[in-house]
């Protein structure tokens, strides 16, 4: 497994987390895509954070799901158990969930290495006039990535030929916006 490709966006510095210094999504084997991992300044230098979600729990009163760092039920206005979920190491409760991570310490690392040299590298070419970061070409490519996937010859699509139209592939479905999300197989 290779990192194929590292996507920096530098966030300013003089914003209110100062230890934040940047957004990445890193590209394995030209095929799957890891978004949001952050760039931190830490007192021992540069470190990755994986992508995470804020972990969630249900009132004992009404049911309703609330973060974890609520002290009162966002439905019911019930007071919650400040003692409820998981505890770290240090007794603090767990807040977050990490959504994708690597499983070795030398995945981790090398994560970690080639991250923080496109970071290093973006910080250099931010330097110069007239720099734009190509994190934001991300949802470019995604609109383009849905152009492809809704259209009936995929072929065809991304040769620049327009489509005829809304189609669904027999048992798929669409979201509210119309576009095709996935694919139901028929009943055999």
Do not use: W
């Amino acid at each position: 497994m290779n990192i194929t490709e590292v996507r920096v966006k530098l966030v300013n510095e003089n914003g209110e987390n100062e230890r934040l210094l940047g957004f990445c999504s890193i590209t394995f084997d030209n095929a799957f895509v890891v978004r949001d991992l952050k760039i931190i300044g830490g007192p021992k230098g540069f470190f990755v954070a994986m992508p995470s979600r804020k972990l969630m729990d249900r009132c004992t009163g009404c049911g309703f799901k609330n973060q974890m760092r609520a002290r009162f039920c966002n439905a019911c206005g019930g007071r919650l158990d400040e003692n409820r979920g998981l505890r770290i190491a240090e007794g603090r409760p767990k807040l977050h969930a990490d959504i994708a991570h690597p499983i070795h310490a030398g995945c981790r690392e090398m994560i970690q290495q080639t991250v923080i040299e496109s970071f290093q590298s973006e910080c250099e070419k931010a330097k110069q006039p007239g720099y734009v970061s190509n994190y934001d070409d991300i949802d470019q490519d995604l609109e383009h990535a849905h152009f492809v996937a809704d259209s009936p010859d995929p072929g065809r699509a991304s040769r620049g030929h327009q489509t005829q139209g809304p189609r669904s592939a027999p048992g798929s479905f669409r979201s509210q916006t119309g576009r095709q999300v996935g694919y139901r197989y028929p009943a055999e």
